[in-house]
Structure formats: structure tokens, C-alpha cells
């Protein structure tokens, strides 16, 4: 299969994993980083750090420079307006929690929050604990046999009471984007704060947060080939005052006294103690270097991988989940225990995912205990997608 990656070479992991006759084929969980992320991390190491916001000194001075500059850099690859706020989180996860908590105030019992069917737990835990703890329904949005939101039976699910809507704008098991603007549009025309979970969407399709209406937009640094440790929360400037502060401690204060504290808004409000710095100057070149790139060419290479996967996978039979048209595909082979596939393809160097994929709830409703997944990045090449069939083909030899 020739399907070349001209963006390989920039990618020492999956050099190294290639020697080691390892396919990386999990990108979805986490990706691989180019040498520019791994570049500016020695190098905020070798020769800037400090902390930042805190010091008169010169060191702290470009320190917060470059952090602030990381700020407006990863700002613009949003395309977010200037009125916009980027808050620096741990990740997706920790965005989700900071929403769960800073918009709990606008909860009374009754109330209600939407979510899809396919959410991944962490935009679905911390809004289901959020209900349990205020008396508020979480409603769950209605899926059509193909995995995808019913827009219009959702639409049609939206009330007086519905308070937050929250809902993933690429599902890590079923893979299927969809046009989301409908129902973002019908929410906001009720009131309705509205919460995108971009972790899987952001690195095959730059966001455009001028263009996609929603208040709230989160996502990992980690699965856009930065590093670990570093999220965006995207606060649209109508809905950033809607906030409470959340987490307490160093650098969020305006005024302070032993009964009593005023805070910072956002986003050094939102981001008390030492913040990440070193990552997210790191995280913020990895997205300069990633827009430099030529994108059209690599979301046409990671559609002729997905193609291939998915019709290897429909010539040998698998039952694959939903209709997936991005970048991942999920799947079980009639009569074969997920893990047992996965446990065989793993001793032949191929690394997929295979489980719950932190999505129980859908994976209960389909009635399956688990599914492998096989998701791909723009370091993948033909090879790779070679070398998981043939392995593919060996277990199923033995197992079926
Ligand atoms: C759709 C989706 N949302 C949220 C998350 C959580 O991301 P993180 O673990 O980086 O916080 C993931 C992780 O796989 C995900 O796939």
C-alpha cells in the first residue's frame, strides 16, 4: 500500500518505535511529538525558566512574555476572536470539571443538562455528578441507528429548563463528525450555556471559534502532538462572566485578606498556582509549526489511511461501530473476545486500543463489553495500515 507520510521524519517517537517494530496506530489516546515541541522544551530548560506573573526580575519578565506570547499564539490557532479568553488547564478533563463547578451557581433543581449518547466519561462524569448533587435531569440526547446525533430530535429535547448543553464534536469511538451548528444555534437562542468537547476534532480539523457558535470549547494538548499536562479552555466573552472562581491559590487575587478575597476574572482567575509554562510555550510552537504545514495535504493523507482501514476492515467482516468518516475506526471481529485480539495484535508490534474507551455507557447500549480501536495521525503511512492487516489476518487465523 503506498500511502507515504512526508511528516514521518519530523516524528523521533514513531522513528523509534519503527526500529523497535512497533506500529503505532493509537493516536487517538494520545500522539506522538514532533521535534519542535521536544526542541522548545530543552531549550525553556537549557535557558528561560522561571515563573511567571510573580517577578521584577528580567528572567521573570521573559518568562511571562513568553508565556503571554504561547497565550495569543495558541489564541489565534483557535481562531478566536480578540474578545475571546484562553484559560490554560491539565487537559480536556480538567476544562470540563472547571465548567462543571464554575457554572453549578446557575443550576436549581429541575434544571436540566444535555449531553450525547457518546460522550466520553470525561464530558459526562462531571456533569452527571453535578446533576446528582443539585437535584438537576441529565438528558441524554436522541442517536440515530448510525451513531450520530438526531439534530432535530435533540433540537426537539431543549426546554425552559435546559441549562447546558455539552457534547463532543468527534466521538472517540464512533469517529463520525457531524454538522453541530443547528442544535448549537437553537441552544443559544434559548439561553443555553453550550460546552464543545474538541479533544478528538482539534487535530484534524483546526477550530475556527469565530465560526462555531458555542460558549465553552475545550481540548489536550497532548492528542494535538503537544505535550502532556496542558489544556485550552475557550471562553466565548459572552459567557466568561458566567463563571465562578473555581480553584484557589497564588496569582488569581486582586485583594486579599484573612476573611475575605476579591479575584483576577479571566484567565489568570482561572489559573491559580504555578502554571505549566514550560508545556504550554511547547504546546503553543507544536501549533505554530502544525499551521506551517501545508493542512489540506494532510487531511487528504489521513482520509486515504482511514479508507484503507475501513474497507480492509469491511472486506474481512469486522462489525464496525457506527459510520465512522474521520480519522479512527472502532471494531470487533465476529466471535472474538476485543481483548484477545488486541492481546495478539500487541505481540506482533501493533499498537491499537482496545476496552471501553472511557465511553461505557454508549458501548452498554450497544451491547457490547468492549471494541478495539484503531485511530491514526498524519505520521502513519501505508506500511503501517499494511502491517496491521497482516497481523490482523495471523490472530484472527487463531482465534476465529
Ligand atoms: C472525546 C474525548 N473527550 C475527552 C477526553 C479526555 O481527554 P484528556 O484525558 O486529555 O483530559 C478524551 C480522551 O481520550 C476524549 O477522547
Known sequence: MFLPSPWRQFFPGILALAEQQQVW????ATAQK????IDTLTQYY???????HRAQHQPGERATRAFEDARSSISKWLQASEDDQVIFTKGTTEGINLLSQALAHHLQAGDEILISAYEHHANLLPWQQLALSRGVKLKILAMDSDGHVDIDAAIAQLSARSKILAISALSNVIGHQQALEPLLQAARAMGIYTVIDGAQAAVHQRPNLQQLDCDFYVCSAHKLYGPDGVGILFTRERAVTALRHWQFGGEMVRDCDYQHAEFLPAPLGFEPGTPSTANIVAFAATLDWLHSLDSAAIARHEAALHTAVLAGLQQRGMQIIGTPNCALVSFNA????HADLALLLGEQGIAVRAGHHCAMPLLKSLGLAGALRVSLA????????QRFFSALD????ILQ
Open 378 to 385: 498524519m505520521y502513519n503511512d501505508g506500511d503501517d495500515i
Open 394 to 397: 495471523q490472530a484472527l487465523e
Open 34 to 37: 514532533p521535534h519542535v515541541m
Open 46 to 52: 537549557q535557558h528561560a525558566v522561571a515563573n511567571v
Open 25 to 28: 496506530l493509537d493516536s487517538a
Open 334 to 337: 465476529p466471535g472474538v473476545h
